[in-house]
C-alpha cells in the first residue's frame, strides 16, 4: 500500500485454536454501561452545542439516553456525499450523510470517523448532526469523533450528517500526496469520512495507519470550478452539460480515493471483460507501459487468488509520493522510472484482493495485506529476493517498524515466508487454499491468525514450527 518501494529495489483449527483466540484487533472499546447524561466534550472549532431533541424528533430517532463509552467498526453503513473543489484555491468541502446500522453485536454511543484531511488539510469541522439533531463533534488526529447523543443499541439504525472544508497541500513530500496539487494534479485519498477506529496517523515508516469496513453503497456528487476530469473508480450516471457536475455510484469499496486535472488523457483497454480506464497527463506516464503491466498482472492474479470483483478498474499517474492502491484504482506516481513499471503495477493490482476482497487492520496487522500482495507480486514477476535486513517477526504494528526496514521484513520476509509455505503445502493445496481464503472473507475484515489457520488447514503438514517463530504473539 501507500509507501511501496518505488522499484523492485526500491481443517486445521485445532492447531490454531490458541492463535485464533489471541486475536489483537478489537472490534471495539470494552462496554461500560452508565445510565446517565451524555457527559460534556471537548469541542473543535466548528463543533456545535447539543441541543434536546423535540418531542416529534425523540420518538423518531433510535436513540436511547445513556452511556456505553462504547464505539466500533462492525457497523453496517452506507454514504452519500457531495465533493466541492476549487482548482485555483485548492479548497475541499464535502457535505455527507451515513446511514449507519449498528451490527457490532453490543450498544454503541459514538462513531469514529477515518479522515486524512483532519491531519494534513487543516480541516475545518462545520456543522455535525445525528438524526438531525446537532452534536459536539471533534477531530482527534485523523479521527472525527461524532458522539450519538444516546446509545445506539445493536441492530438499530440512525443518520449521521457533516460538513467540513479543506485545503489541499502544495507539495508531494512526507504524507502530503495524500492530500494535495502538485504537478497539474489534485489528488484525494481517504477523504471521505468513514467508519473507522481510531489510529495515530504518525508512524515511523510509510505504513497504512487506516482499517476501514467495506460499505455496500457510496453515492458521490463531485462539483468543480472548472473542467476537470476525474479518475476514480465506480460508475459514473451524470454528467452537466458543464461538464464540472458529476454523480458516481460505488459498490463494495472500502473508501473512495479521488484524483483529477484539466488535462488527463485516458486511454481505454478491456481485459478479459474488465474495462479499463488510464488516465495520464502530457509528458507524463506511458500509457501503453501502464495497459501493458496491468493486463499480464490482472489476469494472473485472478488466476491464483479468485476473480477480480469489479467490472471496471482505473489506472492514474498521480502527482507524486508513493504508488497507492484503492478498490477498483491504482495511482503510479508521476516520474516513476519505467524500469520500475511492472512491479509498481502488479503489486498494487495485487492489493485489490489483499486489503480490496479481503479487508485488515493495516496498522495492527500489516503482514495481512502487505505480506500477501508483495508474495503475489513476486510470485507473478518471478522477482523473489532475499531481505536487506536481520530477520524480523511479522506480528507487529507499523509503528513498531524503522522505515528502513519496514519494507524488508513485511514485504520482503513476509513474502519470502508465504513462497515457502507455498513450497511445503505444493501449488496446488496452497493456491486453493488462498482463493478459499478470499472467497471465505470477500468484503469483510480478516487477521493474520486467520490468514495462517486457512493455510494450516488446507494441508495435513504441520506448518506450525513455520509460524511460531515469526508470529510469537499469536502462538
Not at 436511547?64 to 453496517?76: A, E, L, M, T
Not at 491531519?119 to 485523523?142: E, K, S, Y
Not at 467495506?214 to 473508480?233: G, K, Q, Y
Not at 503489486?347 to 480490496?356: D, K, P, T
Request: with cysteine.
Amino acid at each position: 500500500m501507500s509507501g511501496h518501494a518505488s522499484a523492485p529495489l526500491v481443517r486445521r483449527p485445532i492447531r490454531l485454536a490458541a492463535a485464533l483466540g489471541s486475536v489483537l484487533i478489537l472490534a471495539s472499546i470494552a462496554v461500560v454501561p452508565v445510565a446517565a447524561a451524555t457527559p460534556a466534550h471537548d469541542r473543535a472549532p466548528g463543533s456545535t452545542s447539543v441541543r434536546q431533541a423535540t418531542p416529534e424528533q425523540a420518538l423518531a430517532s433510535a436513540i436511547g439516553p445513556g452511556v456505553v463509552n462504547r464505539s466500533s467498526y462492525r457497523i453496517d453503513a452506507t454514504y452519500v456525499a457531495t465533493l466541492r473543489v476549487g482548482w485555483l484555491k485548492r479548497s475541499v468541502r464535502v457535505n455527507e450523510t451515513i446511514a449507519v446500522t449498528n451490527t457490532s453485536g453490543g450498544p454503541i454511543d459514538r462513531l469514529e470517523l477515518n479522515a486524512v484531511p483532519a491531519r494534513l488539510g487543516r480541516m475545518v469541522l462545520g456543522r455535525v448532526t445525528v438524526d438531525g439533531m446537532p452534536v459536539p463533534a471533534r477531530i482527534d488526529d485523523q479521527t472525527i469523533v461524532v458522539p450519538l447523543g444516546g446509545i445506539l443499541a445493536d441492530g438499530a439504525s440512525a443518520r449521521v450528517g457533516l460538513y467540513y472544508r479543506a485545503t489541499l497541500r502544495t507539495t508531494t513530500s512526507g504524507s502530503d500526496w495524500m492530500f494535495s496539487r502538485r504537478n497539474g494534479i489534485a489528488e484525494l485519498y481517504r477523504w471521505l469520512p468513514w467508519v473507522s477506529r481510531r489510529l495515530p496517523f504518525v508512524r515511523p515508516n510509510f505504513g497504512d495507519p487506516f482499517i476501514t469496513p467495506s460499505s455496500r453503497s457510496v453515492r458521490l456528487t463531485i462539483v468543480t470550478d472548472r473542467p476537470l476530469r476525474i479518475a476514480m473508480n465506480g460508475r459514473r450516471t451524470s454528467l452537466s452539460a458543464d461538464t464540472m457536475t458529476q454523480v458516481w455510484e460505488l459498490n463494495d469499496v472500502r473508501d473512495v480515493i479521488v484524483s483529477m486535472s484539466p488535462d488527463y488523457r485516458i486511454s481505454t483497454a478491456t481485459i478479459d471483460g474488465v474495462f479499463m480506464r488510464v488516465y495520464t497527463r502530457p509528458g507524463g506516464l506511458s500509457a501503453s507501459a501502464l495497459i501493458a503491466a496491468a493486463r499480464h498482472a490482472l489476469r494472473r492474479a485472478a488466476d491464483l487468488a479468485g476473480p477480480y470483483p469489479y467490472p471496471a478498474f482505473t489506472i492514474a499517474e498521480s502527482a507524486g509520493g508513493w504508488s497507492m492502491e484503492g478498490p477498483g484504482v491504482i495511482w503510479i506516481p508521476r516520474g516513476t522510472s519505467p524500469s520500475s513499471i511492472r512491479y509498481l503495477v502488479t503489486h498494487e493490482i495485487a492489493h485489490q484482493w489483499f486489503y480490496g476482497i479481503v479487508g485488515n487492520d493495516q496498522a495492527i496487522q500489516p503482514f495481512t495485506d502487505e505480506a500477501a500482495t508483495d508474495f503475489l507480486t513476486r510470485y507473478v514477476l518471478a522477482t523473489r529476493r532475499s531481505s536487506r535486513c536481520a530477520t524480523a517477526t511479522l506480528d507487529r504494528s507499523i509503528y513498531h517498524y524503522s522505515s528502513a526496514c519496514y519494507y524488508e521484513a513485511i514485504y520482503i520476509q513476509g513474502g519470502n515466508l508465504l513462497d515457502d509455505v507455498r513450497r511445503k503445502m505444493g501449488n496446488a493445496a496452497f493456491w486453493s487454499a488462498i482463493r478459499g481464503y478470499v472467497a471465505d472473507h470477500r468484503f469483510g475484515l480478516s487477521t493474520t491468525q486467520e490468514l495462517l489457520a486457512a493455510l494450516d488447514a488446507a494441508t495435513p503438514l504441520d506448518l506450525r514450527p513455520m509460524f511460531e517463530k515469526r508470529f510469537p504473539r499469536y502462538f
